[in-house]
Structures are given as C-alpha cells and as structure tokens.
C-alpha cells in the first residue's frame, strides 16, 4: 500500500486551464503539505493543513487553491495556468500530535506539471 | 528565519570512497534537523534525523551525520560508496516546539564512478 500517493503522476497542459492534483494519504497523520520543485531541484512549501485546517500558506498566488476535505487528503486547485507553474509538486504528510513534532515528512512521488 | 546552506551543489565519489555532503544551517531557536534523499523521478525518502538527542546520528544506508552546534554544520557521511547511493540529496531545517514547516536546502546530486 502507498502510504502518500498522488495523482495524476505527469500532467501536461495550455496556458490557461486549470488543473487539479489530488493526493492522499494512509499513514493515519493529520498534517498535510504541498511543496513545489523547481527545474533547479529547489523545494518549497506552498501549504500545509492540520486536521483540515490551514497553518501554513507561503505567499503563493492566489490562483492556487488548497482543499482538504478530510485529514488524509489534501488536494491542489490551479487556475490560469502560467508557464512558470511548470514544476513537480510533492504531496507530503507528517504526525503532529501525540508528543514532541520532529517534522519528519513522508512524501509523495510526486506529480510533473507541464504548461506549454 | 531558519535556512540551510548546502555547499556542492554537484559531488562526484569513486565507488568505495568515503562520502561527504555538507550542510550549514541558521536558525535562532534549537534546530531539527534532517537528510533527506531523492532518487530519479521519486519524492524524498528520509535518511535520518538530529533532534537534541545524541549529536551523531545513524541513518540508513550506512549514512550518518554529525551535529556540530559551534560550527552550525551538519554534514552527511558514508565511508564507502555504493553505485546505489548515486540520487540527490537535500539537508533541511524544522523547529523544536512545534513549526510545521521544514525549510530545505538546494540539493547536492551525488554521483558515484564505477
């Protein structure tokens, strides 16, 4: 079993659509992340929910709109698509509660986004 | 705010050598602090991690990194290379006390010669 599985895995698109990532995770966590990876391998948060809550949003445009619908999944909205969203983004979970946060992340695979 | 430097954004070993990757970090509160690996085309697989216990830290695949607070360094080593060990590697930065944010450094690619 996938433990933070993403989906889809490459996703090629126009300038202007916009496009979802879903990601889910069974590893029973209650804190989810999106991180962006540029073409230089330079990994970024963009946001994170606890228990479906937002905790973290890292001065991301507005066109992209994260949705937790319950604590195992976490999914990513982008709307008018720009060329410089080309990037792969990883889905990411950790365990918050229940003692000291060491913030270690279980990571997806990954989803490549290309805009053209 | 916290960051991590990682210095070689490439390193390149012959296999059986020993294996050094270097991370600086900054951060005004006791750091967490983590290696992490990416193979091709895969997310980012957990080596170890530093979090106040002992300063020298075991991970897997024969890794370890030690915790050195007076040169806020935390380097990764591996006394001989394996070809499986060729992926890129990223050091990054947490905050004891519950940020939920790991801040990452911007890889080292690791290649091992045959």
């Known amino acids: 079993d996938t433990a933070v599985s993403q989906t889809p895995k490459y996703l090629v698109t126009q300038m202007g659509n916009d496009k979802s990532i879903k990601c889910e995770q069974n590893l029973g966590h209650d804190t989810m992340y999106w991180y962006k990876q540029d073409s230089k391998k330079f990994l970024k948060i963009m946001f994170s929910?606890?228990?479906?809550?937002?905790?973290i949003n890292e001065t991301v445009p507005n066109r992209f709109s994260p949705k937790s619908p319950d604590k195992a999944h976490l999914n990513l909205h982008i709307n008018s698509l720009e060329l410089g969203d080309s990037a792969v983004y990883f889905c990411?979970?950790?365990?918050?509660?229940?003692?000291?946060?060491?913030?270690?992340?279980?990571f997806g695979e990954g989803s490549r986004l290309t805009v053209l | 705010a916290q960051s991590v430097t990682q210095l070689g954004s490439h390193v390149s070993v012959s296999e059986g050598a020993l294996v050094l990757l270097r991370c600086n970090y900054s951060?005004?509160?006791?750091?967490?602090l983590f290696w992490y690996v990416q193979y091709p085309n895969q997310g980012l697989q957990l080596l170890l991690k530093y979090t106040s216990a002992a300063t020298l830290v075991k991970g897997i695949n024969g890794f370890e990194a030690e915790f050195k607070k007076s040169e806020t360094s935390f380097h990764l080593t591996k006394p001989s290379a394996h070809m499986s060990d060729a992926a890129e590697y990223f050091c990054?930065?947490?905050?004891?006390?519950?940020?939920?944010?790991?801040?990452f450094g911007k890889g080292t690619k690791l290649t091992v010669n045959p």
């Open positions: 951060s005004s509160v006791p750091p967490y």
């Open positions: 990054a930065v947490g905050t004891q006390g519950g940020s939920e944010k790991l801040v």
């Open positions: 929910y606890n228990n479906k809550e937002l905790i």
């Open positions: 990411a979970s950790s365990h918050r509660g229940g003692g000291a946060n060491t913030g270690e992340l279980f």
